[in-house]
């Protein structure tokens, strides 16, 4: 009962954050939202968790939602990936651009 307290905070918390986020990644704060409110519904009722994870071929539905979460870290991680490359690669076309713009006033 401690933990489903706890859990709740937490989640409760997330869903504050992803509610002052909305305005600026909209896409985001829905995700954020429906993940936070699904984790409350599993933290309360963890027996359906057992029973979506035995409809999907899980034994478990704590091994269900650690799969989940696993699939979704990865999916951050990508998406952190790709926007920190799109942005390595802006700052080298700043770099090139401010290069040639001290070398032609250099002449």
């Given at each position: 009962?401690?933990?489903?307290?706890?859990?709740?905070?937490?989640?409760?918390?997330?869903?504050?954050?992803?509610?002052?986020?909305?305005?600026?990644?909209?896409?985001?704060?829905?995700?954020?939202?429906?993940?936070?409110?699904?984790?409350?519904?599993?933290?309360?009722?963890?027996?359906?968790?057992?029973?979506?994870?035995?409809?999907?071929?899980?034994?478990?539905?704590?091994?269900?939602?650690?799969?989940?979460?696993?699939?979704?870290?990865?999916?951050?991680?990508?998406?952190?990936?790709?926007?920190?490359?799109?942005?390595?690669?802006?700052?080298?076309?700043?770099?090139?651009s401010i290069a040639i713009a001290e070398a032609a006033?250099?002449?």
């Amino acid at each position: 009962m401690i933990a489903q307290f706890i859990l709740t905070v937490l989640l409760g918390g997330i869903l504050i954050y992803a509610w002052s986020e909305y305005r600026r990644a909209p896409a985001v704060a829905l995700l954020s939202v429906l993940a936070g409110l699904c984790g409350l519904y599993f933290v309360w009722a963890p027996s359906h968790a057992t029973l979506l994870a035995e409809h999907v071929g899980i034994g478990r539905g704590v091994d269900l939602i650690l799969y989940i979460w696993v699939i979704i870290s990865l999916i951050v991680l990508l998406n952190l990936h790709l926007k920190l490359r799109a942005q390595m690669e802006l700052i080298t076309v700043l770099a090139r651009s401010i290069a040639i713009a001290e070398a032609a006033r250099k002449r």
